[in-house]
C-alpha cells in the first residue's frame, strides 16, 4: 500500500469558475456587439443626407438570438430605396433617348458597418486575451 496522496485544494472553486467562463465572455460579447452595433447606426444615420429623412428613419439596431454562447446584432435599414442609395443607378434615357442621368453610389452603410465589424473584433480579442486566452491572426 502507497503513502502517496494527491490533493487538490480549490479544485470546486476551478470547476466553478469554468462553468461560468461561457456565460462572462457571452455578456462581455453582447455588450461589445450591440454597443458597435448601435454606434454604428448613429454614425450612418448622421452621414445620410436630409433631403426628405426617410434613409435616417429606416435605420434601426435589433439584437440578434445567436445562442447560449454567442452574441450578435443587425444593423438594418429598411428604406425602399436604400439599396439604390447605397449602390447607384446607371444612367436612364426615355424611348426618344433623352438622357435623364444616373445616381451615383453614396456609400454610406457598408464602409461604416465594416470600420465598425473591424473595431468590434478587436474588442471582442482584447477581451479573450485579457481572460487567459491565445487568439492568432487577425479578422
Known amino acids: 500500500m502507497s503513502n502517496n496522496r494527491l490533493q487538490l485544494n480549490g479544485f470546486a472553486e476551478l470547476r ?3 462553468r ?3 456565460a462572462q465572455l457571452r455578456d462581455e460579447a453582447k455588450v461589445i456587439v450591440q454597443s ?3 454606434r454604428a ?3 450612418i444615420i448622421a452621414a445620410y443626407p436630409e433631403r426628405t429623412g ?3 428613419k429606416g435605420v434601426s439596431v435589433r439584437a440578434s438570438e445567436a445562442g ?3 452574441a450578435g446584432a443587425i444593423v438594418v435599414n429598411r428604406a425602399k430605396h436604400a439599396w439604390i442609395f447605397e449602390n447607384g443607378t446607371q444612367a436612364r434615357h426615355t424611348d426618344i433617348g433623352a438622357n435623364r442621368g444616373s445616381m451615383p453610389p453614396g456609400h454610406v452603410f457598408v464602409p ?3 470600420r465598425h465589424r473591424r473595431g468590434m473584433y478587436d474588442e471582442l480579442r482584447d477581451v479573450l486575451v485579457r481572460d487567459g486566452f491565445v487568439v492568432t491572426g487577425n479578422a
Open 112 to 114: 461604416i458597418v465594416m
Open 36 to 38: 458597435r452595433a448601435a
Open 68 to 70: 447560449n454562447f454567442g
Open 41 to 43: 447606426a448613429q454614425e
Open 16 to 18: 466553478e469558475a469554468l
Open 20 to 22: 461560468n467562463l461561457p
Open 54 to 56: 426617410n434613409l435616417r
